[in-house]
């Protein structure tokens, strides 16, 4: 069984206290999360410091708000989906879980007003 978490975080940076409580005492397999608020400038290792997760993130580019990113356990195997251009200012990451049974694919999206 996959157990997944799901949150609208409206800022993950003022929240790492509490997505560090989910991510190793709640321990879930995947923690996707909206409105993350993130940019480049903010690394991987300020959202998971003891990497037992794999990160995968779409962030915003050009201004604040938005985002999507998803977290899922390293014991996982997990290959990134790839969006034509066409779809480059959709907020959204896509996952395929490799190996498991029935195949699972993962998608996290975040529909802008203005969009």
Known sequence: MLTCYYFNAQSIVNKICELHYILYHVAPDCVLVTEFW??????DGLLDPK???????KDRVGCRGG???????????????????K???LEIVGLDFV?????????????????
Request: hydrophobic fraction near 40%.
């Open 38 to 43: 993130l940019n480049a400038d903010i690394c």
């Open 51 to 57: 990497s037992v997760y794999t990160v995968i993130r």
């Open 67 to 85: 985002a999507v990113c998803a977290l899922v356990k390293r014991s996982h195997s997990v290959l990134p989906l790839t969006f034509h251009d």
């Open 87 to 89: 779809y480059s200012e």
């Open 99 to 115: 190996g498991g049974r029935p195949a699972l694919r993962i998608f996290i999206v975040y529909r802008p007003p203005t969009l």
